[in-house]
Nanobody, 122 residues
């Protein structure tokens, strides 16, 4: 079982950048697919990006493709989300998730962090 903790959220102006990190505990981190989801107030949790256990395969939501980059460092039990060219509509609580398959549905991931707030001002 993995425990996940996000960091790196904050307030940024539109067009700016943020780098989110997710630190994982547990010896089996390198065997998990990892993903980032986000949830804005009053909205459902949406898929942002996912990465395979090896880091060799990535997937992105259309809304962030070309602006966000997901990566992982298995030696450090960490996954990152580099967010560039941020827009006000990117404002949400961002959560990292870990699971046994690479997927876009929240229900496919049994392990979750508590989330970090990202606010993009116009």
């Amino acid at each position: 079982q993995a425990q996940l903790k996000e960091s790196g959220g904050g307030l940024v102006q539109a067009g700016g950048s943020l780098r989110l990190s997710c630190a994982a505990s547990g010896r089996t981190f390198s065997s998990y697919a990892m993903a980032w989801f986000r949830q804005a107030p009053g909205k459902e949790r949406d898929f942002v990006a996912a990465i395979s256990w090896s880091g060799g395969v990535t997937d992105y939501a259309d809304s962030v493709k070309g602006r966000f980059t997901i990566s992982r460092d298995n030696a450090k039990n960490a996954v990152h989300l580099q967010m560039d060219s941020l827009k006000p509509e990117d404002t949400a609580v961002y959560s990292c998730a870990g699971g046994f398959v690479m997927a876009k549905r929240p229900g496919s991931f049994p392990f979750w962090g508590q989330g970090t707030q990202v606010t993009v001002s116009s």
